[in-house]
């Protein structure tokens, strides 16, 4: 409880059949704030997200939930709980990320075993990455990487979704999508 990371989010989404685009950038920190019994008896944190406005205020803006034991991590984000990690971690391990919700099944694998990394300053001596990366053809792309440091959390993430159609009027490929990019630059207890 206290344990907090604060990341930089930068998002964009495009639709070339409107034509429109535009992105987002701003603060958010996720703070472990209370622990609790979730409701299939096990014990848990809640995370308070808070996010920064342009004036340099916190506001809270949603409260997400976690629980790990031996075998698991789980959180629930947005109200759909998700299998984010799979005890004992090693390679060629694959899991639905989604199998406790009503989410398309989306397969994730563990990368990169125990690596070091560094990214705005920050290093870490021990990281993984769970990777899934789905369909990727002409039509659609969807790539969720996320990148889990030791004694930290989550300290990178990466999602990619986008739909292509052809419009044969204009004899071309339309595309909309989005990509929402977080990293972490500081984190503390």
């Not at 639709?15 to 409701?39: H, N």
């Amino acid at each position: 409880i206290g344990h907090w990371v604060e990341y930089q989010v930068d998002s964009i989404w495009y639709d070339e059949y409107t034509p429109t685009s535009g992105s987002f950038s701003y603060r958010v920190r996720e703070t472990l704030f209370e622990e609790f019994t979730d409701p299939e008896g096990r014990p848990a944190q809640r995370i308070r997200r808070t996010v920064q406005d342009t004036s340099g205020n916190w506001y809270t803006k949603d409260i997400w939930w976690q629980t790990r034991d031996n075998y698991a991590a789980e959180r629930t984000e947005e109200n759909e709980r998700r299998l984010k990690l799979t005890f004992p971690i090693g390679s060629g391990r694959n899991w639905d990320l989604n199998i406790y919700n009503t989410a398309e099944v989306r397969e994730v694998t563990y990368k990169n075993l125990h690596q070091p990394w560094s990214s705005n300053g920050l290093s870490y001596d021990s990281t993984l990455t769970v990777k899934g990366t789905y369909y990727n053809n002409v039509v659609d792309t969807i790539s969720i990487n996320e990148r889990w440091a030791k004694h930290v959390g989550m300290v990178s993430r990466d999602h990619t979704e986008s739909k292509s159609q052809y419009d044969s009027a204009l004899s071309t490929w339309l595309t909309r999508g989005w990509r929402v990019k977080m990293e972490a630059v500081a984190y503390g207890d």
